[in-house]
């Protein structure tokens, strides 16, 4: 079973329009995060949730919107997609909001024509 | 602010040679340290951390890594490295000051060719 899998692998769409990345983490675990990876494997935070309460949310376009139905989901929709938003999308988990070790899903791979 | 620098792009070495891979940070408060490795097309796996005590840490994989607090790094080193080692490696460092969020702060990423 995979600790933390996310969907799709890959994902090809036109600007402007609007999609959805979903992740999953059967760790049993508090905390999720979005990490962005970009075209120079530079990753950065985009947000973080533990329990369903937003507890990290960085400098990212409110087209971006985190949505954390349980503690084991953590889904993240891209509205109005622009050719910026192409990078490579990590969902990550970890027992509980802190310094934990963080286990990373094998990313989303967007990329926005 | 934190930041993490690493010091190297691309690290190419041969198979069964020692490699380092520099890491430095900037933090105003205590730290807490990381070493992330990522194979192509894949998530990133933990290779170790440092906490506190000792400033030696071992890793998974026969890595270790040093911490020095005089000069703010956390260098990365493995004896002896393998083909399979060839991947991205990410320094990274979170603070646990007041607030604490478990936020990681990666650094640029060290691509380590292990030729044959």
């Known amino acids: 079973d995979t600790a933390v899998s996310q969907t799709p692998k890959y994902l090809v769409t036109q600007m402007g329009n609007d999609k959805s990345i979903k992740c999953e983490q059967n760790?049993?675990?508090?905390?999720m995060y979005w990490y962005k990876q970009d075209s120079k494997k530079f990753l950065k935070i985009m947000f973080s949730?533990?329990?369903?309460?937003?507890?990290i949310n960085e400098t990212v376009p409110n087209r971006f919107s985190p949505k954390s139905p349980d503690k084991a989901h953590l889904n993240l929709h891209i509205n109005s997609l622009e050719l910026g938003d192409s990078a490579v999308y990590f969902c990550?988990?970890?027992?509980?909001?802190?310094?934990?070790?963080?286990?990373f899903g094998s990313g989303t791979q967007l990329s926005v024509l | 602010a934190q930041s993490v620098t690493q010091l190297d792009s691309q690290v190419p070495v041969f198979e069964e040679a020692p490699v380092e891979l520099r890491c430095n940070y900037s933090?105003?408060?205590?730290?807490?340290l990381f070493w992330y490795v990522q194979y192509p097309n894949q998530g990133l796996q933990l290779l170790l951390k440092?906490?506190?005590?000792?400033?030696l840490v071992k890793g998974i994989n026969g890595f270790e890594a040093e911490f020095n607090k005089s000069q703010t790094s956390f260098h990365l080193r493995k004896p002896s490295v393998h083909i399979s080692d060839t991947a991205e490696y990410f320094c990274?460092?979170?603070?646990?000051?007041?607030?604490?969020?478990?936020?990681?702060?990666f650094g640029q990423g060290t691509t380590l060719q292990v030729k044959p």
């Open positions: 949730y533990n329990n369903k309460e937003l507890i």
């Open positions: 990274a460092v979170s603070d646990y000051g007041s607030g604490n969020t478990g936020k990681l702060i």
């Open positions: 760790l049993g675990h508090d905390t």
């Open positions: 990550a988990s970890s027992q509980r909001t802190g310094n934990e070790k963080l286990f």
């Open positions: 440092y906490l506190s005590g000792s400033t």
């Open positions: 933090s105003s408060v205590s730290v807490y």
